[in-house]
């Protein structure tokens, strides 16, 4: 049974920094993709953090420069390394582990339709 569990979060001011993790239990399938998702009040989910297949990141504009995606391949699990938080940053931070594109990564975001996606129960992120 494949479980996510994200840890790391809570509140800072302005300017602070907080480290996600992710535990993943076990692989979901061969060639998975992984990636942070993120909901702020009163909007949709958006991928804000991944990886690539080569292993490579991905970021989106809004996090690029502050934000830092790292995994541990050995542990199965990822971080999320927030630097210069802003208010905007707020919302509730999932990881996810996507099937949907095996070997063809391109974020882990669970957008693509098909396979299936893993997503934990989220952790709060309060910036104020």
């Known amino acids: 049974h494949v479980q996510l569990v994200e840890s790391g979060g809570g509140s800072v001011q302005p300017g602070g920094s907080l480290r996600l993790s992710c535990a993943i239990s076990?692989?979901?399938?061969?060639?998975?993709?992984v990636g942070w998702i993120r909901q702020a009040p009163g909007q949709g989910r958006e991928g804000i953090a991944g990886?690539?297949?080569?292993?490579?990141?991905r970021y989106t504009d809004a996090v690029k420069g502050r934000f830092t995606v790292s995994k541990d391949n050995t542990k199965n699990t990822m971080y999320l390394q927030m630097n210069s938080l802003k208010p905007e940053d707020t919302g509730l931070y999932f990881c996810?582990?996507?099937?949907?594109?095996?070997?063809?990564?391109?974020?882990?975001?669970?957008?693509?339709?098909?396979?299936?996606?893993?997503r934990g129960q989220g952790t709060q992120v309060t910036v104020s």
């Open positions: 996810a582990a996507d099937t949907s594109t095996p070997y063809n990564c391109n974020g882990g975001f669970c957008n693509t339709g098909g396979g299936r996606c893993y």
């Open positions: 076990e692989p979901p399938s061969p060639g998975y993709c």
């Open positions: 990886f690539h297949s080569q292993g490579r990141t």
